[in-house]
Nanobody, 120 residues
Framework: QVQLVESGGGLVQAGDSLRLSCAASGDTFCISSLDWYRQAPGKGRELVGSITRRGATTYADSVKGRFTISRDNAKTTYYLQTDSVEPDDTAVYYC??????????????WGPGTQVTVSS
């Protein structure tokens, strides 16, 4: 099993920066890719971006150029650097571990989320 816990959320003003963290524990070798999602009030969950085991990153068009995903060398802590935040970035942010079935890891995992609120 994999446990994920997000941290670093809070209340910020438009234009500010915030770094979110996702601490992974347990069978971290089971993580093939780590995704960041967000869910704004009254909306569905949106994929913000991902980082693969090899370190390749992809981003949603809405955050490209403003958000950056990274991780530590041990692949146990993942980061979402959010720069130039906007009120539309207000959401609960979640990290999500993709399964790695070739390593007998068929399940995906979610963290409980961290709230980010951006005031105008």
């Amino acid at each position: 099993q994999v446990q994920l816990v997000e941290s670093g959320g809070g209340l910020v003003q438009a234009g500010d920066s915030l770094r979110l963290s996702c601490a992974a524990s347990g069978d971290t070798f089971c993580i093939s890719s780590l995704d960041w999602y967000r869910q704004a009030p009254g909306k569905g969950r949106e994929l913000v971006g991902s980082i693969t085991r090899r370190g390749a990153t992809t981003y949603a068009d809405s955050v490209k150029g403003r958000f950056t995903i990274s991780r530590d060398n041990a692949k146990t802590t993942y980061y979402l650097q959010t720069d130039s935040v906007e009120p539309d970035d207000t959401a609960v942010y979640y990290c999500h571990a993709e399964p790695r079935p070739d390593y007998a890891c068929p399940y995906d995992y979610w963290g409980p989320g961290t709230q980010v609120t951006v005031s105008s």
